[in-house]
């Protein structure tokens, strides 16, 4: 660990965590409220992540944010002080990345162009490639070979979303992430009002437009020239004016960090963030943010690391813990490197290795992640479910430095892992190289209980491993309630729509006949015993045993807790207990 890191590293507070959106039980974020005051409910969570629709957004269901302030119709300031009466610490998204096409900053960019107080808020792509590509007829630059096949992508193409400027010239801005321009239907009443345009040239134009928009998405330079000379009543002002007055963009687009205004709103973001309450920031896309011509732009060195120490003397000012969120091979060590500069980690790795634990009968992989974490002294949230997919990425090896450094899993575990989700309803999602074809399965979108095949008994042993493990327990609410696959909304799902098989909306009458379902009502008695006992603040050891057993204590001066478990049967009892008497909470044979 750096020096630096050693002065700033801050210890996450105990408890488990729930985890939603405002509005996945019931209507907002006061009916969750509701929920958390129900006798079932009582000392089971101290702390809540509450997912970026709590803020102004559009895509991705929240992290496509418009701004950060609260959004109306799903939270209020009432909400807030009302889960501060309870105990409960709040934790928060920043996306660091990237904001919305409907953010007032891409607005003001969209309606003034180069006058445009935020003209460096966002990466001018061709700017940026400038010195590093070539340009191409289409307007924008690409960048040469040794540079575009280090490029790590999140979608199939180069990055970029056209715009075009009110002065008429074409831009082109980085977008790693999702984009789509729409356009209203292009009509004749849009050109009528030009001196000298009769209705049926203006039908005409109307049509020869709306044919190249279908065709190219957009109208390109040489397009205005050809639409220009078959009609000489119009300009290229008129044609600008009506095209854009029709279209509407949907999407992502990155923030320029070399700005200063960039920064100046990531400082006016946490201290928004502070203000309601929040205690924990998780830092979305962090490892998108530093970008530069020869690297990867996913987690340079040193330039991302450069980013962080200066968002941490931020948040250190609003008394924030902030920690960055990453989907990497375990291979690639980078969870270890975030660890030794004094940050939390998010334990992607858990979620599959309980999954192969139980489907495998064989406690190895998992212990060595115990171990390390351990002997690393790593800070961890960990989960088994959550908003978005079961991480298939982060459990493989890596080629590191013409090192091969093995995963958690092997290729054939992983791939086994993997398949067994799949064939239990999941969807993948996968990576992409820089000339559009798939390199890797990224993750599984499944929920939980299906990704076990449904079996009640098989998450209530994960939901009691995840209890006994280092770290804060998180907790999705859809596992709680051993949610299955929702195919439909996955179906209807418009951007990132797979994912919608595991953001299920529970109204309050599948909460009231879940409250009554044994495997419910037995994942809150552990979530209890997880949350109030003194036993995990002490000292956790893994106690040696056959590979189908898992035994792990924990020991505290005032009290101990222990589970048994077999992984081939899947049978299991949990005890608690203080220094003199040890009792069965609950058993399962």
Not at 276 to 295: S, V, W
Not at 418 to 430: D, F, H, V, W, Y
Request: proline share 4%; charged share 25%; hydrophobic share 40%.
């Amino acid at each position: 660990m750096s020096k630096d890191a050693e002065s700033v590293t801050q210890t996450l507070p105990r408890g488990v965590m729930l985890n939603a959106y405002p509005d996945s039980i019931g209507k907002d974020l006061s009916d969750i409220i509701e929920f958390l005051k129900r006798p079932e409910l009582k000392d089971t969570f101290s702390l809540f992540y509450i997912l970026p629709t709590f803020f102004h957004s559009d895509l991705d269901r929240g992290f496509s944010i418009i701004d950060y302030d609260l959004n109306e119709e799903l939270v209020s300031t009432q909400d807030l002080d009302d889960l501060d009466k309870l105990g409960i610490q709040v934790k928060l998204d920043m996306v660091l990345n990237h904001l919305s096409v409907r953010c007032p900053q891409f607005v003001d960019l969209l309606q003034k162009g180069k006058d445009s107080h935020y003209r460096d808020f966002f990466i001018d792509w061709n700017e940026f490639w400038e010195d590093h590509g070539s340009m191409r007829e289409s307007d924008h630059i690409v960048p040469h070979d040794e540079h575009l096949q280090k490029l790590f992508m999140r979608k199939p193409g180069l990055p970029i979303l056209k715009i075009r400027f009110p002065d008429g010239s074409l831009q082109t801005y980085w977008n790693t992430f999702y984009q789509k321009v729409e356009f209203d239907e292009i009509s004749a009443q849009d050109f009528a009002h030009i001196k000298g345009m009769d209705l049926e040239g203006a039908s005409d134009i109307a049509n020869k437009i709306k044919i190249v928009i279908k065709d190219k998405g957009m109208l390109e330079s040489c397009d205005l020239d050809d639409i220009l000379k078959f009609n000489g009543n119009l300009s290229k002002d008129d044609v600008i004016a009506a095209v854009c007055h029709k279209r509407e963009f949907l999407g992502q687009m990155d923030l320029n960090a070399r700005s200063e205004k960039v920064w100046e709103f990531y400082d006016d973001t946490l201290r928004k963030l502070s203000e309601y309450g929040a205690k924990i920031i998780r830092l979305d896309a962090f490892a998108y943010l530093h970008k530069e011509p020869g690297q990867s732009n996913f987690f340079n060195r040193p330039g991302t690391w450069d980013y962080l120490k200066r968002l941490r003397q931020i948040a250190r000012k609003y008394q924030l813990i902030i920690f960055p969120e990453i989907h990497a091979e375990y291979g690639a060590g980078i969870h270890e490197e975030i660890s030794r500069e004094g940050y939390p980690i998010y334990d992607f790795f858990f979620p599959g290795l309980v999954i192969n634990a139980l489907e495998s009968g064989n406690n190895a992989a998992l212990l060595r992640w115990i171990s390390d974490i351990q002997t690393r002294g790593l800070q961890t949230i960990n989960m088994l479910g959550c908003h978005d997919g079961i991480p298939i990425l982060d459990l493989k090896g890596k080629q590191v430095d013409g090192e091969y450094r093995p995963g958690l899993l092997d290729d054939i575990q992983v791939e086994a892992t993997m398949q067994a989700i799949i064939e239990r309803g999941g969807l993948t999602k996968n990576l992409f190289g820089a000339d559009g074809k798939k390199i890797d399965y990224y993750q599984v979108n499944a929920t939980f209980f299906s990704a076990l095949g449904e079996d009640e008994q098989k998450l209530r042993l994960a939901r009691a491993v995840q209890m006994f493990m280092p770290g804060i327990p998180q907790v999705w609410y859809l596992d709680l309630f051993a949610g299955t696959n929702d195919y439909a909304a996955a179906e209807r799902g418009r951007t990132a729509g797979h994912k919608e098989i595991n953001r299920t909306t529970l109204k309050q009458i599948d909460i009231e006949m879940g409250l009554e379902r044994a495997v419910v009502l037995d994942q809150l008695e552990l979530i209890r015993l997880r949350n109030v006992s003194p036993a995990f603040n002490g000292e956790m050891k893994v106690i040696a045993s056959e590979p189908h057993i898992l035994h792990i204590a924990w020991q505290h001066p005032r009290a101990s807790a222990r589970l048994l478990a077999n992984l081939l049967d899947h049978s299991f009892t949990v005890y608690q207990g203080d220094a003199n008497n040890e009792e069965v909470l609950m058993s399962f044979e």
